[in-house]
DNA sequence: TATTGTTATACTCTATAACTATA
DNA sequence: TATAGTTATAGAGTATAACAATA
């Protein structure tokens, strides 16, 4: 995708050169997984933001937490679990705690698609197995360190 | 995110389970930066594949090309590219060398949005700046290795 | 009063197919 | 015959605002 090839950026350091070289390379690793989710998700005939609430679905969960993990607005979600509904994909179910919300859930078939799309796109892609084993687990130690909650978050 | 969270996954070795988990980790970095990505292309009233469009055109693209680092149809593209154009934020230019074929430019104004949408998402997230220098350095020849090209592709 | 989910609206994205101009 | 870009069309995503039901 090359996003970073025009940036002019005047590195204080070598670590921080290091570092934009490193993110640099991530947002390629973006690129390419984006468009094996877009491909992954056109041949089963759901659109982006179906696939991506399909994903989120690994347990029950209120339509507007379904809004939050989708980056969106409450309304759309309301559309998207509509068709996923009609394609019997997922159910609606009130809540017996709180009147006000509805659980949105996979039904079995809603769950076989999910393994489905997971196979194709929950699995490493292309150029991790040239990884040795020492790499991936330098890659795991250094990702799970930057992802650690800064304590208050 | 939690993509990978119900995948039940057998692994055949120690080394096949850290390629999961890094994996995993990889997929909760994508969405982080999905959305600092939607809310960045809304902050600048951008759709989605608008800022797209900008973030690939740090030089003059043709529309076919265009559409196929968006993943979409080419058709798409006219629209897209049409928006931009009555936001005076890119231009189209006919080819000399074949009168098909139209490239798609950045303006001085789509320039300098294309520059601090960057500012915003084609700098590290937060998490990165807790890396040491070390890690930075294993981190890019890990990712170096993974991205290389495979001799026939 | 605040929150949850829905509806109405307007605009954009998306794929498909058909079209023109060019190669 | 194939390719580049456009147009027309239909269906879906998106944000905003307004609404009813519930807390």
């Given at each position: 995708?090359?996003?970073?090839?025009?940036?002019?950026?005047v590195?204080?350091?070598?670590?921080?050169?290091?570092?934009?070289?490193?993110?640099?390379?991530?947002?390629?690793?973006?690129?390419?997984?984006?468009?094996?989710?877009?491909?992954?998700?056109?041949?089963?005939?759901?659109?982006?933001?179906?696939?991506?609430?399909?994903?989120?679905?690994?347990?029950?969960?209120?339509?507007?937490?379904?809004?939050?993990?989708?980056?969106?607005?409450?309304?759309?979600?309301?559309?998207?679990?509509?068709?996923?509904?009609?394609?019997?994909?997922?159910?609606?179910?009130?809540?017996?705690?709180?009147?006000?919300?509805?659980?949105?859930?996979?039904?079995?078939?809603?769950?076989?698609?999910?393994?489905?799309?997971?196979?194709?796109?929950?699995s490493?892609?292309?150029?991790?197995e040239?990884?040795?084993?020492?790499?991936?687990?330098?890659?795991?130690?250094?990702?799970?360190?930057?992802?650690?909650e800064?304590?208050?978050?």
């Open positions: 995708m090359r996003l970073m090839a025009s940036v002019t950026s590195p204080t350091s070598q670590a921080e050169s290091i570092g934009a070289e490193a993110w640099a390379l991530f947002l390629t690793l973006f690129g390419h997984h984006r468009r094996r989710f877009l491909i992954a998700a056109g041949e089963f005939d759901l659109h982006p933001a179906q696939a991506g609430a399909l994903l989120n679905l690994a347990e029950p969960l209120p339509m507007h937490a379904l809004a939050s993990l989708l980056a969106c607005d409450s309304s759309n979600v309301t559309g998207i679990v509509d068709r996923l509904e009609a394609r019997g994909l997922v159910a609606r179910q009130l809540s017996p705690e709180d009147r006000r919300v509805k659980h949105v859930m996979l039904t079995p078939a809603g769950r076989r698609l999910r393994g489905r799309l997971l196979e194709r796109i929950g490493p892609p292309e150029g991790f040239r990884l040795s084993a020492e790499d991936l687990g330098q890659l795991r130690d250094i990702l799970r360190r930057m992802l650690a800064p304590a208050g978050s």
